[in-house]
């Protein structure tokens, strides 16, 4: 039997533990993202306004990231993943539903992006970033000052003066996607032949590649370390603006439309902080402050009115409806067609 001391103490002890909170939360925020995707000065202001300290760590691809939540590691509040991976996370339950539609902002996000395939009610994310991918060059560096012509060909067939130039980005969708758009094949394609096509193709044109990485691509472009970069509309703004010779291509055969997204991983220690700063995301001059600094387009209402005149004015960025019949968005594909990429993948990189 406890003595009426100890009794007391317990009393006290149960009443201290029932008005503690299941878990108290610190001024904190772990936020994981793209290299280079979100300006240093944004997150300062968030800081200032808010009272929580961002920590910022970076990844160069979607794989990078998936295999760190999956593993468990990182301890993040917020991560940004692109369209199938989102839809991949929802499937395997790596996300928190934090009925993201429900926050006081989310009335700012535009159609179509405010109930998109991958998270149809938005109750696991937002909008952060969308564009396409295509191809950049150094219009300077063609021979005889010849045009390029609309198409994959100029990549993966390259002109002898982008032998040894070319830049490829460290990822399997893109590379991989752009393969199929030239060949004619659906992007999730699964058939083994098509497989085998594909690989061949990325392997005859290996010799002209310079590296495959998604880190870097504006300062490579713009330095003239490559003369031509499979690359984000976006990094192709920041990297025209430094170096004027610099053109797009938009292939006929089709590009990727993708669109990041701003989620709550399993096992964040700071959900409450995370809506906090997912919200204030979804405020206009924010929202406009973070495409300005990145190139790319964002899906909030308003945001238009602090975009920089260049943004506005760029044609990779606000695209021809010419070159919007030419957008393939990217797709959550079927394991099938996955294992296949992996395997395509781990050979051409070996």
Known sequence: MKSRALAGLVSVLSIVVAAAPAHAETKE????NWSNYMPPDLLKRFEAETGIKVTLDTYDSNETMLAKIQAGGGGYDVVVPSGPTLQTMIRDKLLIEIDASKLANFKNVR?????????PARAYSVPYMWGITAIAYDTAKVAGGAKLENSWKELFEPRPEFVGKIGMLKDVGEVIGAAAHYLGYDYCTAKPEEGQKILELL???????????????????ASGEVA?????????????????????????????????????????????????????????????EASNFTGYNNAITGADAYLTPELKADPAINVSPEVTALFRPTKDCPKAALDMDDKIWTRLLR
Do not use: C
């Open 203 to 221: 392997e005859k044109q290996k010799p002209a590649v310079k590296l495959y990485n998604s880190e870097g691509t504006v300062d490579r472009v």
């Open 29 to 32: 925020l772990f936020l994981y």
């Open 228 to 288: 031509m970069e499979l690359m984000w509309n976006g990094s192709f703004h920041r990297a025209h603006k430094k170096l004027a010779t610099t053109a797009y291509i938009f292939p006929k055969e089709g590009m990727n439309l993708w669109g990041d997204s701003l989620a709550v991983p399993k096992g964040a220690k700071n959900v409450e902080n995370a809506k906090i700063f997912i919200n204030w995301m979804m405020d206009p001059k924010n929202a406009a």
């Open 111 to 119: 159609e179509p992006f405010n109930h998109p395939d991958y998270d």
